[in-house]
């Protein structure tokens, strides 16, 4: 399976992913890593109906600001592509890269799961890239900011192992502050937390613009907490 596959099992939904670090199954993943390329400049002219893009990749570009890339490495991943006069933005997604070494960028090919719907002029245009989301997902240590959670480990995968992680349906999640969240009709939403458990969503407060984790599903009895069972909604 390719990162970031899809597979659909009753009701819920898993994405194929890599562990970064050892997961916790009660604990939301992060995508641990950051853009792969950032305003790169279109190295060569490219037509319309081209399916292939090649630009200059920087040398603090790639993972950990490393100038390198490894063949394939952003499969499953997207590429927003931005003409000088931004008349026609195009976003894509990528099948394929050529490999970058030496660790100090260069050229780099992207192929693309669509064909360019205008031209590219080279040193003029750019585009931008981000690897799959599923490249490299951890448990946060202990806390995460600017990342965003891909969804909930169904096993303990330990670094560098492959899961399928599950992104949509009925799930568990620890509660690492839940309160009001789960009492009621008029309090059913939960977020996630920076360290990947969920939380209520109180206006005004530090997590008031967290990341949606799903809905609680099912209460104990006299509306008590419970589990509490979630409708997770990440990637459906």
Request: hydrophobic share 45%.
């Amino acid at each position: 399976y390719n990162i970031g596959s899809r597979m659909v099992v009753d009701d819920r939904v898993f994405h194929y992913a890599q562990a970064g670090n050892t997961l916790n199954c009660g604990l939301g993943a992060f995508n641990a890593i950051t853009q792969h390329v950032a305003f790169a400049v279109v190295a060569e002219v490219a037509n319309e109906g081209d399916y292939t893009v090649t630009i200059t990749m920087g040398a603090n570009d790639g993972v950990g600001a490393s100038g390198n890339m490894a063949e394939d490495e952003l499969v499953n991943g997207y590429c927003v592509i931005w003409p000088a006069d931004m008349s026609e933005c195009m976003n894509r997604r990528i099948v394929g890269n050529t490999v970058v070494e030496g660790g100090a960028g260069g050229p780099l090919t992207l192929r693309l799961d669509r064909p360019l719907s205008g031209g590219l002029v080279a040193a003029t245009d750019h585009v931008e890239v981000m690897a799959s989301p599923y490249l490299n997902v951890q448990t946060a240590p202990p806390a995460f900011g600017f990342h965003s959670v891909m969804g909930m480990p169904p096993i303990a995968a330990i670094i560098t192992q492959y899961l399928w992680l599950q992104t949509w349906g009925p799930v568990w999640i620890t509660p690492g502050g839940l309160m009001q969240a789960s009492i009621g009709f008029l309090n059913r939403r939960v977020y996630f937390r920076e360290d990947g458990s969920i939380d209520e969503n109180p206006v005004g407060t530090a997590y008031a613009d967290s990341q949606l984790a799903g809905y609680v599903l099912c209460n104990a009895r006299l509306e008590g907490q419970g589990a509490p069972f979630i409708q997770l909604m990440l990637a459906p």
